[in-house]
C-alpha cells in the first residue's frame, strides 16, 4: 500500500485518543484515524486491502516514542514498512515488536510505489533472511542493510524476554552457584542497621 506522504509523525500513525487504552489489541482500527475520514485516503481504497506492506514517504515514524503507533500498524495487518528514512524512535521501538523497517533510497521508494500503483495485485516480497525487497513479476530487485541483530531477531521472532531466556541455563548456573546476600544479621530487632 503506496502512502505518498513525508514527515508522517506517530500522532498522524495513531491519535492521542486512542493512548488511553490499556490492552494492547484494536489499536489497528485507530491507524490514522484523523485522516480516515477522507474517502480518498488510501487505507479507504478497496484494491488495498488485505496490503501487509506500506510504502511511505521519508521521515516516517518522526515525533515521540509512541508504541502504540507501532502496535496500531501490526495490528492493522502491516509487517513491513518501507521508506526513505525513519525516526530514530520508531525504529527501535519497531525492531523490539518485530515490525520490519526498510530503508531504501528516495528513487527506489518512488520506483516501488509506482510499480504498485500500475497494478495492485502485483506480489513484493520483502526478504529479511536475503535482506532484499523484490517484485519479481517485473524483476524488480533492491538489498537494504539491517542491524544483524535486529535480523536474527526478527528472524527468530525473538522480543526482550525471548533474548534473555536464550541466556536461561547460563542464569540458572549463576543463581545457583552465587550466594545471594541476605538481610539477616545487618539489622536488630528495632530495624537499626547493625553493619554498613
Do not use: C
Request: hydrophobic share 35%.
Amino acid at each position: 500500500m503506496p502512502l505518498e506522504r513525508s514527515d508522517v509523525d506517530t500522532d498522524q500513525i495513531i491519535p492521542s485518543d486512542w493512548l488511553k487504552r490499556v490492552e494492547r489489541t484494536g489499536f489497528g482500527r485507530g491507524l490514522f484515524s484523523e485522516w480516515r475520514d477522507d474517502p480518498s485516503f488510501v487505507l479507504n481504497e478497496d484494491r488495498y486491502i488485505g496490503a501487509n506492506i506500506l510504502v511511505a514517504g521519508p521521515r516516517f515514524g518522526t515525533g515521540s516514542s509512541r508504541e502504540h503507533a507501532v502496535w496500531a500498524l501490526m495490528d492493522y495487518g502491516f509487517e513491513a514498512i518501507v521508506a526513505p528514512s525513519f525516526g530514530d524512535i520508531f525504529r527501535n521501538n519497531s525492531s523490539k515488536q518485530g515490525l520490519v523497517i526498510v530503508q531504501l533510497t528516495h528513487e527506489d521508494v518512488d520506483e516501488l510505489t509506482r510499480l504498485i500503483k500500475d497494478d495492485t495485485s502485483r506480489l513484493v516480497i520483502v526478504d529479511v533472511d536475503l535482506l532484499k525487497v523484490e517484485v519479481p513479476e517485473v524483476g524488480w530487485q533492491r538489498t537494504f542493510d539491517l542491524d544483524p541483530m535486529i535480523r536474527e531477531r526478527l528472524l527468530n521472532g525473538w522480543d526482550d524476554i525471548g533474548l534473555t531466556m536464550r541466556r536461561e541455563s547460563a542464569i540458572t548456573t549463576y543463581e545457583e552457584s552465587s550466594s545471594t546476600p541476605t538481610l539477616d544479621g545487618i539489622f536488630d530487632e528495632n530495624g537499626h542497621v547493625l553493619t554498613h
